[in-house]
């Protein structure tokens, strides 16, 4: 059974203010098709819609990125969040992210903004970084830690190499997010 929450509950559990959680609703979904402001009718979310809205407003408020850019990273991004199991539950709890057939542990998406017109849209090539191992070794007497990642790029076709030199420091941890909202709104991760 598929579990919906409302504006409250999920301004609740995520500890978010109630208006700013229903400003950026209206920000990065399409209008509830139930209802309006006038209809009487509370807007319901789906796990997958509630993460789209936590996810922009976590660009918008901790990244300091404008709507208009939240907007394009999100549907930039879309596709590639849903075939990776961040919008799906499986029925036992888990992302499919840390499915048993999927290696990486951890996701990290780095945004690199790429010059272009300033009068259209932004445009965006996306990094992701894909942990699949972190072991401790022993370095020459100092304790270290080994990372095995693999990186796929994403997005705006252009020079990666221009882009990879001044790569933008913003970054989205998209699995710790995806647990930390799975967390408060109470779906256990197993």
């Known amino acids: 059974m ?5 504006n409250r509950e ?7 203010n109630l208006a700013k959680w229903k400003r950026w609703s209206r920000e990065f979904l399409p209008p509830d098709p139930l209802g309006g402001l006038q209809s009487g009718y509370a807007r319901q979310y789906s796990s997958k819609d509630a993460f789209k809205v936590f996810l922009g407003g976590y660009m918008v408020s901790e990244m300091k990125l404008a709507v208009a850019e939240a907007r394009r ?3 930039d991004l879309g596709s590639w969040l849903k ?3 961040f919008y ?3 029925a036992n709890g ?3 992210t840390v499915s048993d057939n999927n290696p990486v ?11 272009g017109d300033p009068i259209k849209p932004p445009l965006f090539l996306y990094r992701i970084d894909g942990l699949m191992e972190r072991t401790r070794i022993d370095h020459g007497g100092l304790s270290a830690v080994k ?11 252009t020079d990666r190499k221009a882009v990879e030199s001044n790569i933008s420091d913003k970054r989205i941890p998209i699995t710790r997010l995806k647990d930390h909202f799975l967390d408060k709104i109470g779906i256990k991760i197993m």
């Open 94 to 96: 888990k992302t499919e």
């Open 10 to 16: 999920l301004a609740a559990f995520l500890d978010i």
């Open 147 to 157: 990372y095995i990642f693999f990186e796929t790029w994403l997005g705006y076709e």
């Open 88 to 90: 799906e539950l499986r």
């Open 105 to 115: 542990k951890e996701y990290t998406i780095r945004v690199c903004p790429v010059e």
């Open 2 to 6: 598929i579990k919906f929450y409302t």
């Open 83 to 85: 075939d990776n199991g």
């Open 73 to 75: 990273i999100l549907a």
